[in-house]
C-alpha cells in the first residue's frame, strides 16, 4: 500500500532499467508494493527513439480521421484529468488494426504485463488476469464539444475502472509534463510529483493513487490497464470513479427501461439489455416466498438442483411399484399397432403411494381413491406454503389462490390396476380423480377463500398457473387481489395406456435416451 505523504519519496529519476526483464519486472512489483508507482526505463529515449516517432505520426492520422474526442467527466475523472485526457482516442485491434508505431507500444505494455503479472501476485496478493484495451491521450486545455456517453461506452470503461488495478503509461511526447499521485484514501495528503518525459514508462496502483497529468503543451501519452480477477476484485474496494459511472449506469437504464414500449425498445447491446430487464422492472413487484417440489428423482427443490448441476441420469426402467411394464413391451417397431410400445424407461419419484390423510382430515377410505396427483398436491402445496411462513391458521379463511398446471385433461389413474371397493368408489367416485377437484381439494381442504383453478394447456400448463397466479397479485379494477397465490403443475405417469400413441408420435426413444 502507498505511503500516506508520497511527496517526502526521493528517488533516481528512474526505479527500475529494463535491460534484465525478469529482473526489472520483479523490482517494478517491489516498487508497486512499497510506494504504489514504479518509473521504468524501456529504452524509447535512445534504442527505440524512432518508436515514438511513429507512434506520434500514428497519432496525427488518427486526429485527421477524427478519432479523437473529448469525454465527458465522468470519464476523464477517472482517467488523467481534464487536461491530462483533454482528447482520448480509445483503440481497438477488433475494429481496425494499429499502425506500425502505436501497435510496437501497445506490444511493449502487453509484453511488460506479461512479465511482471507473476510477481505482482506473489508481492502484492493481486492475480492479474487480463489487459484492458489501450488509449490514447492527449494533453492540453479542454477544446470542442464533448461527445455523449453511451450505456455501450460507459459499461467498457467501467469494466476498465472497476476491474484495473495496475496502470500502465508511455509517455510519447513531445512536451515535457508532470504526473501527480496521490492517495484516494488521504484527501488532504500532498500529491507526489513524476516528471513525465518523452520515451518514460510508468507503472501506477491505479487501485489506490489518483493519477493526474499536467502540461503546458500539447502531448501524447499510451495507457492501459492490467485487471485483476473477478476474485481479487470482490474484496478490494472500487475505484471511486466506478462507482460513480455504475450509478450514472444505472440511473440511464431505469430511464430508458421506464421508456420502452411493445413498439419501441431501446438500443443497447445484449448484455446490458439482459442486465436492465433483470434490474429494472416496469410493473408491480411480487416475491418468491416458498418453493416445493417432487421432480423425479428426488424429494425438494435442493436436492433435484445437485443433480441437476452434476449431470444425474436419472432414467431407469419401470419399476414394478407402477405397473407391470412386461405387458406393454414389445421391441418392434411397429409393436404401437398392437398396442404396444419398444420404451421402457422413463424418470420417476418415489413415494407416490404415501399419504398422511390425517394431516388434511381425509379419511382412509378417500384416500384409497384418491388420484395420487390429488395427495401429492395437498403435501407438496402446503410444504410450499409452510416454507414461506404460512401454517394452516395462517391459511384458513385467507384470500390465496391455487393455480395448478395439470398438464393433460385425463390422468393416467383412470388406467391403473387396482383392487375395487364399491362402497367408496360410490361415494367418492365424482371428486377421486376429476381435474378440477385437483386444485378445489386443496383449497377447500385449508380453506383458501380466493380463485381455485385446474389449468389444461399440454406441457405449458404450469407456466400459464404462475402467470395467472401472478396476475391475480395485482391490483385491477374491483377485483380484490390475492393475499398470495399457490402456482405449480402435477403430471404423475401410473399407466402405459398412452405410451403406444406416443410411440407412433415420435416422442419415445427405444434406448431410452434421446438420440
Known amino acids: 500500500m502507498p505511503p500516506t505523504d508520497l511527496s517526502t519519496r526521493t528517488a533516481r529519476f528512474y526505479d527500475v532499467s529494463a535491460a534484465d526483464r525478469d529482473a526489472a519486472a520483479e523490482a517494478a512489483a517491489t516498487n508497486l508494493a512499497v510506494q504504489g508507482f514504479c518509473i521504468l526505463d524501456c529504452g524509447f529515449k535512445d534504442k527505440k527513439k524512432e518508436v515514438l516517432e511513429k507512434a506520434k505520426a500514428d497519432a496525427a492520422a488518427l486526429d485527421e480521421a477524427e478519432a479523437f474526442y473529448r469525454p465527458e467527466e465522468l470519464v476523464f475523472s477517472g482517467l488523467f484529468g481534464d487536461e491530462g485526457s ?196 416496469k410493473g408491480q413487484y411480487m416475491a418468491v416466498r416458498g418453493l416445493a417440489s417432487r421432480i423425479s428423482p428426488c424429494w425438494g427443490p435442493e436436492t433435484f438442483w445437485c443433480g441437476g448441476s452434476c449431470g444425474l441420469d436419472a432414467m431407469q426402467e419401470v419399476p414394478l411399484m407402477r405397473w407391470d411394464h412386461e405387458k406393454f413391451f414389445d421391441p418392434d417397431d411397429n409393436g404401437w399397432r398392437l398396442y404396444k410400445t419398444f420404451s421402457r424407461h422413463m424418470s420417476f419419484v418415489d413415494g407416490v403411494d404415501l399419504f398422511d390423510n390425517k394431516m388434511f382430515s381425509i379419511t382412509p377410505a378417500e384416500s384409497k381413491i384418491m388420484d395420487p396427483q390429488q395427495r401429492v398436491v395437498l403435501e407438496v402445496g402446503y410444504e410450499a406454503l409452510f416454507s414461506g411462513g404460512y401454517k394452516k391458521g395462517k391459511i384458513m379463511n385467507s384470500l390465496g389462490g391455487m393455480y395448478l398446471g395439470y398438464g393433460t385433461g385425463n390422468s393416467d389413474f383412470g388406467h391403473v390396476e387396482r383392487t375395487s371397493d364399491g362402497a367408496a368408489e360410490g361415494s367418492f367416485g365424482a371428486t377421486g380423480g376429476s381435474a378440477a377437484i385437483t386444485a378445489n381439494r386443496f383449497s377447500f381442504v385449508l380453506g383458501m377463500k380466493g380463485p381455485s383453478i385446474a389449468v389444461d394447456a399440454e406441457d405449458a400448463s404450469a407456466l400459464l398457473s404462475v402467470h395467472m397466479g401472478c396476475e391475480a397479485l395485482h391490483s385491477k379494477g374491483r377485483a380484490l387481489a390475492n393475499e398470495f397465490s399457490l402456482c405449480g403443475g402435477i403430471k404423475l405417469n401410473l399407466s402405459a395406456f398412452y405410451w403406444p400413441q406416443r410411440q407412433a408420435a415420435g416422442w419415445l426413444s427405444k434406448v431410452g435416451r434421446c438420440q
Open 86 to 281: 483533454a482528447r482520448i482516442a480509445p483503440l481497438s485491434l477488433k475494429e481496425e488494426p494499429l499502425r506500425e508505431g502505436l501497435k510496437a507500444l501497445d506490444d511493449e505494455m502487453t509484453e511488460l504485463a506479461q512479465v511482471t503479472a507473476p510477481f505482482i501476485s506473489f508481492k502484492m496478493g493481486l492475480e492479474i488476469v487480463s489487459r484492458a484495451r489501450a488509449v490514447l491521450h492527449e494533453t492540453g486545455p479542454l477544446e470542442g464539444i464533448i461527445q455523449k456517453l453511451t450505456p455501450g461506452e460507459a459499461s467498457m470503461w467501467l469494466s476498465d475502472f472497476r476491474f484495473g488495478r495496475v496502470l500502465c503509461v508511455v509517455c510519447i511526447g513531445p512536451g515535457y509534463g508532470e504526473m501527480e499521485l496521490k492517495p484516494y484514501a488521504e484527501v488532504d495528503a500532498k500529491p507526489f510529483k513524476v516528471t513525465a518525459a518523452p520515451g518514460t514508462v510508468l507503472m501506477i496502483r491505479s487501485d489506490k493513487l489518483r493519477a493526474r497529468h499536467l502540461c503546458r503543451t500539447r502531448t501524447l501519452l499510451l495507457s492501459c490497464n492490467l485487471q485483476a480477477s473477478a476474485a481479487t476484485n470482490a474484496r478490494l474496494a472500487p475505484n471511486p470513479c466506478a462507482g460513480k459511472l455504475q450509478e450514472w449506469l444505472d440511473a440511464r437504464l431505469r430511464y430508458l427501461k421506464s421508456a420502452e414500449t411493445e413498439d419501441r425498445r431501446a438500443e443497447l447491446p445484449r448484455h446490458l439489455r439482459l442486465t436492465m430487464n433483470r434490474q429494472c422492472f
